[in-house]
């Protein structure tokens, strides 16, 4: 049973660029979640979906940010005209229901250039 | 909302036991879970406390008080390899997703 597996490891954009990080969840996991963590700091969590539906989104910026999870495929985070401030790596983390384990992917390492 | 404090580095040495504690607050949760993170990797699974107590796995051990909004990891017989951050997180009723303390920095000295 694999992983969370979470595509790229490393993405360089350049300022005004899009950059789209993909997330496939463990097997029978449909709850899938998005954190961010800055160099020396914690997790921030960005937003919570299930399986076609967005949960709590209330950690995601409104603007610029935007994340889905179809029926079929992984769960993409996407973030449009990227600016500095966006470097930070990306995990995402999936449980197979409301639970207290998580299990994380090894993350998007994003730097914006 | 949810706040949780942890000590931002402890230093320990290999052989010994080190506690890190976590204080939260928050209108209502589940339980406090700790996720251990080596530099560059993925945080992973250490364990979960629902109740009050403490609970053993191996060479780690949680325990929670809810009536004190407190916790704390113990790490015994410290090896190098428990170098890492340790972050505590709750999973509040409110936002069913986990809130991360901000990470307490171990660094076990030969």
């Known amino acids: 049973n694999a992983g969370v597996m979470q595509n790229p490891r490393h993405l360089v954009r350049r300022r005004g660029q899009e950059a789209r990080l993909r997330c496939s969840p463990m097997k029978g996991h449909s709850h899938v979640y998005w954190y961010r963590q800055l160099p020396e700091e914690g997790l921030k969590f960005m937003v919570y979906?299930?399986?076609?539906?967005?949960?709590?989104e209330s950690g995601m910026p409104k603007e610029r940010f935007s994340a889905e999870f179809p029926k079929e495929g992984p769960s993409i985070l996407r973030i449009q005209q990227v600016v500095r401030g966006d470097s930070a790596a990306y995990f995402c983390a999936s449980s197979p229901n409301q639970n207290t384990e998580a299990f994380f992917g090894q993350g998007t390492r994003l730097t914006v250039v | 909302g949810q706040s949780l404090e942890q000590p931002s580095e402890v230093t320990a040495v290999e052989g010994a036991i080190v506690q890190i504690n976590c204080t939260y607050q928050?209108?209502?949760?589940?339980?406090l879970s700790w996720y251990q993170q080596h530099d560059g990797g993925a945080p992973t699974f250490l364990s979960y406390?629902?109740?009050?107590g403490l609970e053993e796995t191996g060479r780690f051990s949680s325990f929670l008080s809810r009536s004190d909004s407190y916790g704390y990891l113990l790490l015994q017989e410290l090896q190098m390899k428990d170098s890492a951050s340790y972050f505590c997180?709750?999973?509040?009723?409110?936002?069913?997703?986990?809130?991360f303390g901000s990470g307490t920095r171990l660094q076990v000295q030969p």
């Open positions: 997180a709750v999973l509040d009723t409110g936002r069913r997703a986990l809130t």
């Open positions: 979906l299930q399986k076609e539906n967005i949960i709590d």
């Open positions: 928050t209108s209502g949760f589940y339980g």
């Open positions: 406390n629902g109740l009050d």
